[in-house]
C-alpha cells in the first residue's frame, strides 16, 4: 500500500476531514453553530481519529478551566488561544 493511497483510504474514512479541517471547525462544533452535515462527518472522524478525540476532549476542558460552559459563544480571544494550542500540540 502506498502512502498516497493510505492517505486517501484515512481521508475516506474519517468523513473527507482532515485534522487540520477538524481544527479550524472545532469551536463551531463546542458553540453548535455546526451544521448537521458537518457534524456527521466532524463525528465519523472524531470516531476514527483518536488524536482528535483526545484533543476534543483537551478543549472541553481548558474551556471549563477557563470558566466558561460549553453552550456560551465562545469569545474570539479564547478561540485564539484554543487555536494557538491545537497548533502547538500538533506540532509536538
Ligand atoms: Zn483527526
Not at 479550524?24 to 451544521?35: R, V
Amino acid at each position: 500500500m502506498t502512502s498516497k493511497f493510505k492517505q486517501q483510504a484515512m481521508t475516506y474514512m474519517t468523513g473527507n476531514l482532515t485534522c487540520q479541517e477538524v481544527a479550524s471547525i472545532i469551536t463551531e462544533y463546542l458553540e453548535g453553530a455546526m451544521p448537521l452535515s458537518t457534524r456527521l462527518r466532524f463525528h465519523l472522524h472524531l470516531g476514527l481519529c483518536f488524536s482528535c478525540r483526545k484533543y476534543l476532549k483537551q478543549m472541553k476542558y481548558t474551556i471549563q478551566t477557563l470558566g466558561k460552559l460549553p453552550a456560551d459563544p465562545i469569545s474570539p480571544e479564547i478561540r485564539e488561544e484554543l487555536l494557538r494550542r491545537f497548533r502547538h500540540w500538533k506540532q509536538r
